[in-house]
């Protein structure tokens, strides 16, 4: 259990940010930058907002592991969000890529197979559900 534990709690995804980030600022539309529509920006603040969220989940994890306080619950809690993270923003970032979101040129599609397959492994998100209502419940 201790190697699954370490497992999920190194998982995080920031690579698809950093490239959408970059892609929006360059891309044009309309005569100008795809960072300046409003939408857009909002897509990425929510995003960023959710990318920050799983990786102080992940931290606190692994800061438990490290100094010997394992918290299966908080392991069970930053896998399962962050995996969702994962996917949620590799997904934003390829549609927002639109159709170049496809294709191996960008590596946006790369992550959001990574990010699949991380929902997966390890613990599927309702396995980790189960282990955060155990802790919760007493179990």
């Given amino acids: 259990m201790t190697f699954f534990n370490r497992g999920r709690t190194y998982i995080?995804?920031?690579?698809?940010?950093?490239r959408i980030i970059d892609y929006i600022k360059k891309r044009q539309a309309f005569g100008q930058p795809l960072?300046?529509?409003?939408?857009?920006?909002?897509?990425?603040?929510?995003?960023?907002?959710?990318?920050?969220?799983?990786?102080?989940?992940?931290?606190?994890?692994?800061?438990?592991?490290?100094?010997?306080?394992?918290?299966?619950?908080?392991?069970?809690?930053?896998?399962?969000?962050?995996?969702?993270t994962g996917v949620y923003v590799s997904d934003q970032a390829v549609k927002l890529h639109g159709g170049y979101g496809?294709?191996?040129?960008?590596?946006?599609?790369?992550?959001?197979?990574?990010?699949?397959v991380v929902e997966i492994y390890e613990g599927t998100k309702e396995i980790e559900k189960g282990i955060v209502s155990d802790q919760l419940l007493g179990k």
């Fill in 12 to 18: 995080g995804a920031q690579g698809a940010l950093d």
């Fill in 35 to 84: 960072a300046k529509f409003q939408a857009i920006r909002h897509r990425i603040a929510e995003m960023e907002t959710r990318t920050q969220a799983a990786r102080q989940l992940v931290y606190k994890a692994a800061w438990e592991l490290d100094n010997g306080k394992l918290s299966h619950k908080n392991v069970a809690l930053a896998k399962w969000y962050a995996a969702e």
């Fill in 102 to 116: 496809y294709i191996d040129e960008y590596d946006v599609e790369r992550f959001w197979r990574a990010s699949k």
